[in-house]
């Protein structure tokens, strides 16, 4: 009788996650790169074809530890670095056959136009692929050989002609201005230039001097100086011709088609929680933040060796992820629930005043102009 009791009992499905929300974002980093360009704060390095394939077993191990530990189910993958165009065929088949599958509606891969082959092509797209984002920066020759990019303008028409013609129609193009000796004719030349491609996304960016870089250095050196003006005026320019492209600016750096915006940045943008495989890569769950070391031969040692890759981890606070949600809201044309910032409201109002923001339907944007100043506007509020 009591056993009878026990089994008809009325059982609460366990939970095998408990507390965690399914995560939707997934980020692979490859740190290969056939150079490093010396802007590049990345974490990057050259490597050989076999270097590549026992990171990419290594991958798969710590694949296999993330998705026993957390619910996943993804809706946008990434494929960054780093450049993972890099990796041989057969290793890139191995890691995307062992991700699906996945169900994302987004999967991107990050190229650059040297590394692009029909046979490359024509594999991503049967592997699921639907996005590559090229790094393309200039079309003028003189700033590729300053940033010590390896291709030249005639790759970039090139390798769009290779992904298009293997299927390919969702591909960014990744633009920086404010590059020493960069003259505004030059970057002018360049969105023309890549406008006339038709990409479906486009983003531009602003060049940072980062940290440990030799472009850093050469400013502290006083080699280099930042131009704010010029890049201001570079910032003004791309946003009137794109616009005019019919190009929509969503985030202060990136540009789209109408439908054809990222979903995977978006996710980040929102404040969505995330996994990051890799060395290097950071990974957001609740209020746990980590990042695996930068550090491939420690991260490959660990996970032969049946350990988790070494990490960096801290823990956040809801108030420091509602921040971080402001701030970046503050950088896209979605912006931010007015609610959030209405105990300001005598200074939302002098931004609107001053045509530097704008409030409808509950919700306060940063125009264009705004965006420009957004991470110090953002200061105003956190
Ligand atoms: S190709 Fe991209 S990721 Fe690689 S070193 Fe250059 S900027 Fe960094």
Redesign the pocket.
Same mark, same amino acid.
């Given at each position: 009788m009591a056993l009878a009791l026990l089994s008809s009992a009325r059982r609460e499905p366990i939970d095998p996650y408990p507390g965690l929300e399914t995560v939707r974002h997934l980020y692979v980093h490859t740190p290969f790169?056939?150079?490093?360009?010396p802007?590049?704060a990345?974490y990057?390095h050259t490597g050989s074809a076999a270097e590549m394939r026992s990171f990419v077993e290594a991958l798969l191990l710590e694949w296999d530890r993330l998705r026993r530990t957390y619910p996943i189910a993804a809706r946008t993958l990434y494929f960054g670095? @780093?450049?993972p165009s890099l990796l041989p065929l057969d290793a890139f088949r191995r890691l995307a056959e062992a991700l699906r599958p996945w169900e994302s509606v987004e999967a991107t891969l990050e190229a650059?136009p040297r590394t692009v082959t029909p046979e490359k092509a024509a594999a991503w797209r049967e592997l699921g692929i639907g996005r590559v984002s090229l @790094?393309v920066q200039s079309l003028d020759p003189a700033v590729l050989r300053t940033l010590?990019?390896r291709h030249r303008p005639r790759d970039v028409e090139r390798t769009m002609a290779v992904l298009r013609e293997a299927g390919f129609e969702n591909i960014n193009v990744d633009l920086i201005f404010g590059v020493p000796g960069q003259s505004i004719a030059s970057w002018k030349e360049t969105l023309e230039g890549v406008i006339a491609m038709a990409p479906a996304h486009i983003s531009a960016y602003e060049l940072t001097y980062e940290e440990d870089t030799p472009f850093f250095e050469a400013r502290a050196a006083g080699v280099w100086r930042e131009d704010e003006e010029r890049s201001i005026a570079m910032y003004r320019e791309a946003w009137s011709l794109l616009e005019a492209a019919g190009y929509r600016q969503y985030e202060i750096s990136n540009y789209a088609r109408p439908g054809r915006e990222c979903l995977h940045n978006q996710g980040y943008w929102m404040g969505d929680d995330y996994l990051g495989l890799g060395p290097g890569a950071f990974s957001t769950v609740g209020l746990r933040r980590w990042q695996n070391r930068r550090h491939t031969g420690r991260y490959v040692a660990a996970l032969s060796a049946g350990r988790e890759p070494p990490r960096e981890e801290e823990g956040l606070s809801e108030e420091v992820r509602r921040r971080e949600r402001l701030m970046l809201g503050l950088r896209t044309s979605r912006g931010i629930p007015y609610s959030w910032i209405e105990g300001e409201a005598e200074r939302a109002r002098a931004l609107i005043g001053q045509g530097l923001a704008e409030l409808s339907d509950g919700t306060f944007r940063l125009t264009p102009e705004g965006r420009l100043l957004a991470d110090g506007i953002a200061g105003l509020f956190v």
């Open positions: 790169c056939a150079t490093v360009c802007y590049c990345f990057v670095g @780093g450049t650059n @790094g010590g990019r």
